[in-house]
C-alpha cells in the first residue's frame, strides 16, 4: 500500500473513493493526464474524427480497476462508459464527444447525453469538447455566457468552475426527478500553426 500511495496515489484514491464526490475528483485527476496526452499529441491525431479521438482518450484513461468503453448500450450508443470495477454503490459515468463546432452543436451533445443515455442512477455526466479552432479560451467563455443565458435542458443557475482548465459545470433538472451534475471539458487540439485567422463561433 506504501509503494502504491508513492507510485501511483491517483489509481488509490480510485480505488479506495469512499462516495461519488471522492470518486470523480480521482477520476478528474486521471481525465486532466489523458486530455494533456491528446493535446501535446494533437499533430499526430489531426486525422482522426470525434471516434478516434474518443478511442484515444478512452485508452489512456483505461487503468486497472477502471473499465472505459466506447459505443455501449445505454439507450442508444454512447460514446464513452466509465465504470469502476467491483465498486459497490456502483460508480458508472457516460461521456459524449463532439468536435466543437459552435454552442448549439454542445447544447445537441448536452441533449444526447442528458436525455437519450441518462437513467438518472448514472453519476456526474461527462462532455468532451475537441475544439480545433483557436482561441479556445474565447470559445469556451462564448460557450458559458450562452448556456447561462439560455439555461439549456433545464439548467439549474449558471455554470460554475471546475479545475481542469477551459472547463466547467452544470447542473441540469432530469427527467429523473433530480438535479444531475454535468462536467464540460475541453481540449485543445489546434495544430498550432501561425496564423491570423480565428474561427470564431
Known sequence: MEALQRKAPEYLALLTARNDEEFDAALDVLLAQAIAGLEANSRNFAGLGEVGLTGVLAMALSIPGLTVTQEANSNGHVDMTIVADHSYPMRKRLGEAKIYDGPQKHFDGLEQLLVRYTTGREGRGLLIAYFLSQNI?????????????????????????HPIRWSFLSKHLHSCGEALAVEHVACNLHPGRNSNNSTQI
Open 137 to 161: 479560451a474565447g470559445l469556451v467563455d462564448r460557450l458559458r455566457e450562452r448556456m447561462d443565458e439560455e439555461l439549456p435542458l433545464q439548467q439549474q443557475g449558471a455554470t460554475i468552475d
